[in-house]
Structures are given as C-alpha cells and as structure tokens.
C-alpha cells in the first residue's frame, strides 16, 4: 500500500479534478504489476497495473488507495476490469468520498468474488487526497490560505512595505506549493499594489482576484498573461456594468453580505467550473474574510526571523476574527525550516462558534 | 571545557551579577577536581576546584569557561590561587568580557610561569554568559522579550480577549524562562488588565512596570505581593507627586523622549541597582518600545497552532516598528515544540538603520 502511496504522489498537482491513486498487482509476494493516475482523462491507476500485470493479473492481489470506481467516465468503470481479470482480492486504503458512490464498488466485487478489504492506510490515504475527499463530501473547493510575516506577525512595515520580509527560499517554496492547487486567489488590492505573476514553479495555475469593485488596473500581469483563466470575482450589483474587463478575463458575479462578497457563492460558482482547490495567497483582509466565512481548510505560514513591528504594520490575517482564542485550531501541525525561514503548516480542526 | 561548561550551567539563573563559572583541575588525563560558582559573595569555581584537588593541583591542567578574576572581590583573586596552587597550565574559554580586565590574570599567570591557552569552545561560553559580556562590554542589562501568540501573530482577539492563546506547557515554560533573568517587565496597562504575579518557576524575579502616568493600580498582586522588589518606572514629571505608591514599591524617574520614557535612562538606572538582565513581557506597545529604542538583545516567540485573525486585534509588537523589512534580524535561531505549541528563540543580529 505504501507503494501504491508513492505512485499515487508522482502525479501530485496534476489530476485534478481527479484524485492521485496508485495501484500495485501482487503476486506470490512479488510486484507483477503496478501503475498510477497520470491526469483527468487519462487511464486509471487499476486499469493500468493490470495491464502491466498481463496473465499474471489472475489469482493476485490489487493494492490501490482508494476504491476503485463502478462508472463510465472518460475510461470504463475499473470494477468490472478488475472481476475480468480474475484478481482474487482487492485491498482499497479508503472507501470512495462520494457519498453517491461510497462502498459500492467493494460490494460489486465482493458479489463477482473478488475478496475486499478496506482501511489499510486509510489516514494517509485521506491526507494524499485531502482536496478530493472535501470536494466530494462538501461540494466545494479545498482551500489552503497561505502567508508570510515576520516573527511578529506582520506582512507589511508601517510605511507598507512587503519586499521582502521572507527569503527567497521561502518565496520558491511558495511557488511550489501553488503547483499543488487549481487556482490562486488574491485580493484587488494585493494584485493592484504588487503586480503579480501569481505562477507556479512549473505550472500556470488558474487565478482569480476579489474585487468587489471592479478596481482591478487593466494594466496588470494578471490580466494581460492569463486572459479568460484568470476570474475576476465581483459583486452582483456590477453585472450590468459594462466594462473592458468582461472580455479580458472571466468574470463572476457574487451576492454581497454583511458588506463584502458572499464567498461560499464564489466558491460554489468556481467549483462548478472545475476549480477544485484554491490557494488563497492574502492581503490580510482577504485572508480575514476566508476565515471569518470559516472556508479554510489548510494554513501555510512561512515565518521569517525578523521583528518589524508597529501598531499600523499590517500583521497577516485582517477582517474580523475571532472573538475568543481557541475558535479555529490547527492539526497535523509540520514545522520545517526553508532557508532562514520557518514554515508551519497545518490543517484547520473545525471552527467552533 | 565541556564539562566546566555543563558545571557553570548549574548555576544557571542563580549567578547575577556575576557570571557563570565552572572549573575543572586534570592531572595525567584525570579530573582530580571541579567546582563552579554557585551565587555571588561564594567561591569562585577555581577555587573550589584546586581545592578539591587539594596536592594534586600542582602539575595539573585547569580549565576554566572564564578568564580568572585578579581582583579582590568579595573573593581573593583567582589568580594568585592558581599560582599558589603550583597548577602548570590553564585554559580558559573566553577572556574577561570587562574591557579593564580583558587579559589581564592570562599576563599575570604567564608571567608567573603558568603556561595559558585561550579560545577552546569560545562561542559556547559567550553564549552560556551572554548576559554578564553584555553587562560588562555596554554597562547596561541583557534585555530579552518574550511574546505569546497565534498563528497570526495576535496576543489577543479583537474584544481584546487574551487568555489563554498558548498552553499551559508553553505557560509554564515561559515561568522558567523568568527564572533565568533578574527583573520582569510589562506595561502599565498589561499590568492593570491582568494582574500578573509574574513569578518565575523556582523564583520570584524582581518586577518592573513601566507607568509613564502613575496610572497603576494599587490592589495590584504586583504591589501586594513585592513591596520594593517592584520598580514603577515613571516620568521624571512625576518626581514631586505626593503617592502612596512611592512608600509601596521603588520608583525610578525617567527622562521623557519622543512622548515616552527614555528605556535607555531607565536601563542604567536600573544597572545602577544590579539588575543584570530583563525579560520583557508585554504588552505590544512596551515590547514595539524597546524594540524601537534598539534595547533588545534576544526573543522568545512561543507561537500558538490557531489563528485568530481580525484587523483590529493586537499583535505582539506595536509602538513606531522599523520601516523596511530586514532591519531587526535574528540569528542563532532556535526552534523547539512546546506541549503543541512552538516556541521560535534567536538573538537580535544587530539593528541595522
């Protein structure tokens, strides 16, 4: 199962909206066949191993991390291949997250024969596909909100200078970590005042930019790099506007409450559109408000050894916050060091009211 | 050395003013004795170490994490005990930080015809002192701070609500840090809001509030429980006010500079008094201080696994803060697990303009 694990990560970044699932055909103890989901579209991680398993496939064992699926997709359902292959038993980490399809594919074996077992890894195997198992329980994007401050906190000096409080190491590192997610997401403010790029190391994630208002600078990388992959996320009330915008990029229209946008609206309209995961890179108010609406899933805070400072120096997470300590909890905490700098990451336990 | 090392730690918090001092007499690659100095006004760690040694000091190997002392102290001097004691060598890890003494007993043994060696684990004994070279290189007291904070770097929630951020191990810790300087420190208004002991884990530290107004409150634990071990640092403006807290507790008069006190004033006068070394514990605007004045020697960051965000609540650092990255840098950083909290530790670089 752990190499099953392994295979499943090669494909890190790049399956969505699909999950990462390796598979491994064992026989008389030995690897006879094994294979991983490349990308949506793609062959399956089964289909795959067992072809690489050939006649071998008969009598074995299929070790996968996830159950494998019972419907015609782009590929045909991997349950029936597995029964025609003759595999005599099919050891799964996790059930399947959907709740239309959890368990279905292990009784359809179990019916045709094929001994089932499920749970081996399951842990692991539910972190690896972390944005997956929200997607298909939620119906939303997994969200990871992401920072870098000084020691203390801040993300800006008194006179708002960011550039640069967290090292370069660190700045690569964040670079990586956008490879793993559909879309970054920033605040107007942010895109307007820095001109970012907002790409991965090795990937052109989709982007987007809150902007109520319609005050994005046309000038902007964002938009003159990305076109239609960048969304412009606005509010209702802007939907009769015209405005250049509306042909320069893709354009979603919100309902606003409490005064700013409604970003479970968002996040539904986005989701719609296959964007299954975001990685939420600030300013402080637009962090605020993905906590505030409690739709972080993940934190990445990189922490670099340095004191700014200063009662109007920006500190990373704005809008309203909690109003007491102890609301919104970090498990699975990781502490590792980036260059001189530190990141913590973690992922939210719930948010308790 | 790493022995006289482990046994000068032993003495850890207990020293001030004076360093601390271990010592270990070899003869024929065997320890015939060790010592170390145990508080001020008791044997320095040489002398109990020859002692120990008693005749076989002469031809043996002393090492020292500390030049010996040649003045007469409460103490003889060292030196003329080393040459006495007929021990042909001594090495020792540092020289004497005090600029008049720097040398001075390693010239006065070689000339006595005891062979000297100096700069064997140099960097572990400054450290193990950094507060006595700090003492004896700038004539003012080691000033470390210390904050207790989220993920996000606030001390407290927008309804000002600030316990508990981190846990009772990281509480408790943050006890034991206090048991290692002379005097703690907070702001008049952290004082009054919480009421603190401010006692250390094993000891009581002498208490400092800094209280430019006279604004402290006087059912306070602080003024109850410490009499004239509590220092209410004021202003000068204040000096020929008729209180009650003047018979209460001992109040230093400082010069006012830019709208607050003179931290530097206020840390001679306080060096004047032996007070070696401060743990400075809040609030944002006491620490953003003495981080503006560039009085800070090291930090103690104990950093929470939640977030509590809010563009209105306190981070740990307020007051003026530098006005671009960079200029306050941390070096010889630390970062250990605290129960689930981290604590991140690091020695102020230099402050850059």
């Known amino acids: 199962m752990k190499r099953a694990l392994d295979l499943a990560k090669k494909a890190q970044g790049m399956t969505s909206p699909n999950p990462m699932v390796g598979a491994v055909v064992v026989k008389d103890g030995k690897v006879v066949g094994e ?34 699926c019972c419907h015609t997709g782009r590929t045909g359902p991997c349950a029936d291949k597995i029964i025609a292959s003759g595999i005599k038993k099919v050891v799964a980490a996790t059930k399947d997250p959907n709740p239309l399809m959890c368990g279905k594919s292990l009784k359809k074996l179990g019916k045709a024969g094929v001994k089932t077992s499920c749970g081996t890894c399951c842990r692991e195997s539910r972190k690896l596909n972390e944005v997956f198992f929200k997607n298909m329980q939620k119906k939303l994007p997994f969200v990871a909100a992401k920072f870098a401050q000084s020691l203390d906190g801040k993300i800006a000096t008194r006179l708002n200078v960011s550039q640069w409080i967290t090292s370069l190491a660190a700045r690569n590192k964040a670079k990586e970590l956008r490879d793993l997610y559909d879309c970054v997401v920033v605040g107007v403010n942010t895109a307007n005042k820095d001109n970012p790029s907002l790409n991965g190391l090795t990937k052109k994630p989709l982007k987007a930019v809150i902007d109520p208002k319609l005050a994005i600078k046309p000038s902007l990388k964002l938009i003159r790099e990305n076109g239609k992959n960048l969304f412009i996320l606005t509010s209702l009330k802007n939907k009769n506007k015209r405005s250049k915008l509306f042909d320069k990029a893709t354009v979603l229209f919100a309902k606003e409450k409490n005064g700013s946008l409604d970003l479970l609206d968002l996040l539904e309209q986005l989701y719609a559109r296959k964007v299954c995961s975001l990685f939420v890179e600030g300013g402080a108010q637009t962090l605020g408000l993905f906590f505030d609406a409690g739709l972080v899933d993940k934190v990445y805070a990189f922490i670099a050894p340095q004191i700014i400072g200063g009662k109007d120096a920006l500190s990373a997470v704005g809008a309203g916050g909690v109003a007491k300590p102890g609301k919104i909890n970090l498990k699975s905490m990781r502490v590792e060091m980036v260059g001189p700098d530190i990141l913590v990451s973690g992922d939210v336990k719930r948010y308790l009211k």
Chains 1, 2 share one sequence.
């Open 35 to 68: 294979g991983y989901h490349k990308k949506a579209g793609m062959p399956h991680a089964e289909s795959l191993a067992i072809d690489a398993a050939g006649k071998n496939a008969r009598g074995s064992d299929l070790y996968v991390n996830l159950e494998p």
